[in-house]
């Protein structure tokens, strides 16, 4: 069965510098998303993207994030300069369409920022 | 306000025993979606079970089946004959029917013990 992969599977970097995370959605899927888990709390949404555009986005994501699909397989979300907390689990997601019983997720990026 | 709780952190059953895991939401919409979310050690979230909200009847999925009781808010999965295999953390989330996002709660991590 098709999956949403994420790589890296960890990440650890240095307070101000930069990040991307990338992710590989299921290939007929047109909905792209990225939640995050902070240890001990809730998944939360950042962002949805669709037809090359955000088409939803959470308070969480400023202008230090932004996500990308350079490509037609690959679905970035990039950090610009990174703070301690941003440290979290950060999910990829895809959909086919919304007749389909639910988004599929990757299995995560833990992000660990010094 | 949306939020989703789940009470219970941590959970453990006996192999072959029932167990049931709690889950409470808020929102003042009527159509929405409800989920469980299965997320193994390092593995992705699977989807468990899914309840539209507009439906009376409690879905179920081979051992896994849901108590929904929409005036109270409230959706707890009951896994029967507990195996192994399901030991994993738990999410509870809602997604409203024209929405983008799920809500999550915070999970509940249940270890099936041999």
């Known amino acids: 069965e098709p999956e949403v992969t994420q790589t890296p599977s960890h990440q650890v970097t240095q307070m101000g510098q930069e990040v991307i995370l990338r992710c590989v959605p299921i290939?007929?899927?047109?909905?792209f998303y990225w939640y995050r888990q902070i240890l001990g709390q809730k998944v939360e949404f950042l962002v949805s993207?669709?037809?090359?555009?955000?088409?939803?986005k959470s308070e969480i994501f400023d202008d230090q994030f932004s996500v990308e699909r350079p490509d037609g397989s690959n679905f970035t979300l990039k950090i610009r300069s990174t703070k301690l907390e941003d440290s979290a689990m950060y999910f990829c997601?895809?959909?086919?369409?919304?007749?389909?019983?639910?988004?599929?997720f990757g299995p995560g990026t833990r992000l660990l920022v010094l | 306000a949306q939020t989703v709780t789940q009470s219970q952190p941590e959970m453990s059953v006996q192999e072959a025993e029932t167990v049931t895991l709690s889950c409470t939401y808020d929102t003042s919409e009527n159509n929405y979606y409800l989920f469980w979310y299965k997320q193994p050690p390092s593995r992705q979230m699977i989807l468990v079970i899914r309840?539209?909200?507009?439906?009376?009847q409690n879905a179920t999925e081979n051992r896994f089946s849901v108590n929904f009781q929409k005036a109270a808010k409230s959706f707890s999965l009951k896994i029967s004959d507990s195996q192994l295999g399901d030991t994993a953390m738990y999410f509870c989330?809602?997604?409203?029917?024209?929405?983008?996002?799920?809500?999550f709660g915070t999970g509940t991590s249940l270890t099936v013990i041999p």
């Open positions: 997601a895809s959909w086919r369409d919304r007749n389909q019983e639910t988004q599929y």
């Open positions: 309840q539209e909200a507009y439906k009376q």
């Open positions: 989330a809602f997604i409203y029917t024209s929405g983008n996002q799920f809500y």
């Open positions: 290939s007929n899927h047109l909905y």
């Open positions: 993207f669709y037809n090359n555009e955000i088409s939803e």
